[in-house]
C-alpha cells in the first residue's frame, strides 16, 4: 500500500488549499483515511479522519469548522480542503490509512501505512 500527498505550497493567511492524497491498494475502500501534520519542533498531531465509505467525518478541534475531508472511492483519492488557514497551520501533512474504529480515528498507532507528507506554509 503506498499514499502520496500532495497539494501543499505557501498561502497568506485567510487563504485556502485543497489537498490530495492518491492510495494505491486493491481494498481501499476497507482503510480508515486519515490527515495528520507536524509543525517545526511539534509532535505530529491528528488534523481529520473519514470512514472507509465516507459517511463518517472526524475533526481535532482546533480546525474544526475550518475543514473538510472527503474520499473518491471511485477514484482513489482522499481530499482536505482547508480554508481561513493561520499561519499555526504551518505544517508538514500526511496522509494516512488504517483499519477503521470510531474511538481510534485520532491515534497515530491506528494507521499502518503514511505517505510522504506535503508542506503547507502560512504567510501572516
Known amino acids: 500500500v503506498q499514499l502520496q500527498a500532495s497539494g501543499g505550497g505557501l498561502v497568506q493567511a485567510g487563504g485556502s488549499l485543497r489537498l490530495s492524497c492518491a492510495i494505491s491498494a486493491r481494498t481501499y475502500t476497507v482503510y480508515m483515511m486519515g490527515w495528520f501534520r507536524q509543525a517545526p519542533g511539534k509532535e505530529r498531531e491528528f488534523v481529520a479522519a473519514?470512514?472507509?465509505?465516507?459517511?463518517?467525518?472526524y475533526y481535532a478541534d482546533a480546525m474544526k469548522g475550518r475543514l473538510t475531508i472527503s474520499r473518491d472511492n471511485t477514484k482513489n483519492m482522499m481530499y482536505l480542503q482547508t480554508n481561513a488557514l493561520r499561519p499555526e497551520d504551518t505544517a508538514v501533512y500526511y496522509c494516512a490509512a488504517g483499519d477503521y474504529n470510531t474511538r481510534k480515528y485520532d491515534v497515530q498507532a491506528q494507521y499502518d501505512y503514511w505517505g510522504q507528507g506535503t508542506q503547507v506554509t502560512v504567510s501572516s
Open positions: 473519514i470512514s472507509p465509505s465516507g459517511t463518517s467525518t
